[in-house]
């Protein structure tokens, strides 16, 4: 089945630690996407990243890294320069939309739930 | 930056009733979506409208669109309480982006 992973399910940080959340995905998307959940919240995006070797800062990318080295992955990297991390990290996949930026609809991952140590 | 908002925050109705949530969104879109979260779960894409569309209907659920009053409505019928869930409607951000509201949690009880 084509789908969208990620992992792992739950992840703790200890301060100063830079962690990694994995993306992989299946459904030969071009589009990936990272989104932050903070609690009875709705969703802010973090990075995007159109095609391969290629990605832009969201809302909220401060504190953040990713790669798009393969058009199956795209990991999320939580640094020590993110004070408050803690949250529920989602990841998404897209095919590429139209002439003027018309958007498909995007297909989840079940999420990696950050918490401090 | 929050486009849509959702109204209500929160709802709880009994089984079977029907269930109605609005979002309102502040510039001009080329189509909007909604989408589905089990708790402790990603998101599951419901329905697209599209900006020249007013409804749209999926097996129990019926969107309506007003662009004039930057407004959408999701319509789910004859609820179960397998519906329970949050809500979320997404408008497009232009460079294939999507800014989402913050949702309306759905409780529907037995």
């Known amino acids: 089945d ?6 792992p399910k739950y992840l703790f940080r200890k301060e100063g630690q830079n962690v990694t959340l994995s993306c992989e995905q299946n459904l030969n998307h071009d589009a990936m996407y990272w989104y932050r959940q903070d609690p009875g919240q709705g969703l ?3 990075y995007y990243s159109q095609i391969v070797n290629d990605f832009q800062k969201g809302d909220i990318a401060e504190g953040y890294s990713v790669s798009r080295e393969k058009k199956e992955s795209f990991p999320l990297t939580v640094t020590s320069a993110q004070k408050n991390p803690t949250a529920f990290y989602l990841c998404a996949s897209s095919r590429r939309g139209g002439i003027g930026g018309s958007n498909q609809p995007q297909h989840f991952g079940d999420g990696t739930r950050l918490s401090i140590l | 930056s929050q486009q849509g908002e959702e109204d209500p925050q929160a709802l709880s109705i009994q089984e ?7 979002c309102s969104y502040k510039t001009s879109i080329n189509n909007l979506q909604w989408y589905r979260q089990n708790s402790g779960r990603g998101l599951v894409h419901l329905i697209l409208i599209r900006s020249n569309e007013r409804e749209k209907h999926s097996g129990r659920l019926r969107v309506t669109l007003d662009t004039s009053k930057k407004s959408s409505s999701l319509l789910i019928t004859a609820s179960r309480a397998a ?3 949050s809500y979320f409607c997404a408008t497009d951000a232009g460079a294939q982006k999507l800014v989402f509201g913050q949702g309306t949690r759905l409780t529907i009880n037995p």
């Open chain 1, 2 to 7: 084509g789908g969208i992973t990620q992992s």
């Open chain 1, 44 to 46: 802010r995006l973090i």
């Open chain 2, 16 to 22: 079977g009733e029907n269930a109605t949530m609005n």
């Open chain 2, 83 to 85: 519906d329970t869930a």
